[in-house]
């Protein structure tokens, strides 16, 4: 499987994509720059689904009928990049997507989830490869398409919407940026 693969999976979703990420960091190319410029100490670009395609696309997607939701389950200390990653969520949630967070040290049925993957109409698993240092390597179809819907569901059962964890933790953009 190759990313193209995973752009027509995308496209054909009928009726939901659902991602979970485990990762402290994603070190992809788009976003070096941002990151480094947020690191030092400027805002975040305001992403929109006018600005990116990205954003557009989970727009359409929602106003027809589709869901996409992930959950990120996050270990503490958060990394520098998750805190520019939590920022980054306000703007896919703004465009529909739905997001979930969860602390892995808060619940032991999640110290064994550690695979990032999406999960398609509930039917196609795809698991996405990552080097130690989080650089993507490549999708990779996956069988066994009940153990993932168990690992979401094992996910969702603890998660909770990015608004409430941000008002439980009591984070803002402005702070994610100082707090270790």
Known sequence: MNVDDLVRLIENV????FRIETLPQ???PQEAEEFTSW???HE???RTPETHKYLADFQRDVARGIRWYRVHILDQP???????????????????EEIYIVDRDRHSDLESLHEDFWL?????AVRMAYDN???FLR??????????????????????PLNNYFSRKNLTQENLRTIE
């Open 120 to 124: 398609y109409d509930d039917e196609i």
């Open 78 to 96: 958060l990394t520098a990049y998750l805190r520019f990653e939590l920022c980054g969520y306000l703007a896919n949630q703004a465009a529909g």
């Open 133 to 135: 240092d989080g650089h």
């Open 14 to 17: 009928q009726f939901s994509a």
């Open 39 to 41: 690191k030092a100490g």
């Open 44 to 46: 975040r670009t305001l």
């Open 26 to 28: 994603y070190l992809v």
């Open 139 to 160: 999708p990779e179809r996956a069988n066994a398409i009940e153990g993932y819907r168990l690992m979401r569901d094992t996910a969702m059962r603890y998660a909770e």
